[in-house]
């Protein structure tokens, strides 16, 4: 049987976004490494999702492993699966992780990512910022 995790990886591995669209829930939460609060909804996760299928040079999934997990908006337990990946930055190697959590559909409700190092963190936090402004999803930065 194809689980929702088996079938995003499908869509990230090809690079479909289309593929993402009915993965998520409307209400989706992405916890994102460099920003303290969630991207929030659909339509700002698969705007998300563009500019990193973009930025990531070499991405590929390492790893798998499957459970639950309490989520981060209710502290419920809810189905979870964690994908080990491995990706380049702007010259940066990046280890990763993506936490999925899924609702009783099966959908995406929420999303955490974690990376490291440091330095690839704030590499991936620039080219990101980068992508959302340039594809018009953030207001560009004012001049400090």
Not at 76 to 103: C, E, M, S, W, Y
Not at 104 to 123: L, N, W
Not at 126 to 140: F, M, N, Y
Request: aromatic share 10%; no cysteine.
């Amino acid at each position: 049987m194809t689980t929702t995790a088996d079938r995003f990886r499908a869509a990230v591995d090809s690079r479909d976004l289309t593929a993402l669209d009915g993965l998520f829930t409307e209400d989706v939460r992405l916890y994102s490494p460099v920003k303290f609060t969630p991207f929030e909804g659909r339509a700002m996760v698969l705007g998300l999702f563009g500019v990193l299928l973009r930025t990531f040079e070499d991405f590929r999934y390492v790893g798998d492993f499957a459970g639950t997990a309490e989520t981060s908006a209710d502290g419920d337990a809810a189905p979870a699966t964690v994908l080990l990946f491995r990706a380049t930055v702007n010259g940066k190697q990046i280890h990763g992780i993506d936490l999925l959590h899924f609702d009783h559909d099966g959908r995406i409700k929420e999303f955490t990512v974690m990376v490291r190092p440091q330095s690839a963190v704030q590499a991936l936090g620039e080219a990101v910022l980068a992508g959302l402004v340039a594809d018009g999803l953030l207001p560009a930065p004012a001049d400090r």
